[in-house]
């Protein structure tokens, strides 16, 4: 499942960068992120495999938002301030990113995987919030 998760993933960002072209890269990450919202909503309340596999497909499309997102956020950025700009936010996505894994590891270590699930599901519904009120560039 963990492999699996990964390489939908990469079809998943295949497929989200001519999605953003053609529907709108807001459009696009507020499908992918709805859609694996909704997996992780889900996730902590399933055990069989057949439900765990198909929420993992869902859970998944968030892979198809950091193409999108990065692309989006070079074009909103002054030109004047590209570089600068787009390394200090690219440097807190990464540390977000990196922080996650440490986090959800202390609460499965802890036995409480459930609880690290509804976190991630209101860390991913907090930023499909934002994208929500995001303006097309």
Do not use: H
């Amino acid at each position: 499942l963990y492999g699996g998760f990964f390489a939908l993933g990469i079809v998943f960002q295949l497929v989200s960068g001519p999605s953003g072209d053609l529907i709108g890269m807001r459009w696009t990450l507020l499908v992918s992120l709805g859609v694996a919202t909704v997996g992780l909503c889900l996730l902590p309340f399933v055990d069989r495999l057949g439900a765990i596999v198909f929420l993992s497909v869902l859970v998944s499309a968030q892979l198809a938002y950091w193409p999108v997102v990065i692309a989006y956020t070079i074009q909103i950025i002054p030109d004047e301030m590209q570089g600068t700009g787009f390394g200090l936010v690219r440097t807190v996505y990464l540390l977000s990113a990196s922080v996650g894994p440490v986090v959800v590891g202390w609460f499965g270590d802890a036995g409480m995987l459930d609880t690290a699930f509804v976190l991630l599901a209101v860390t991913a519904a907090v930023a499909l919030l934002c994208c929500w009120f995001l303006p097309e560039p």
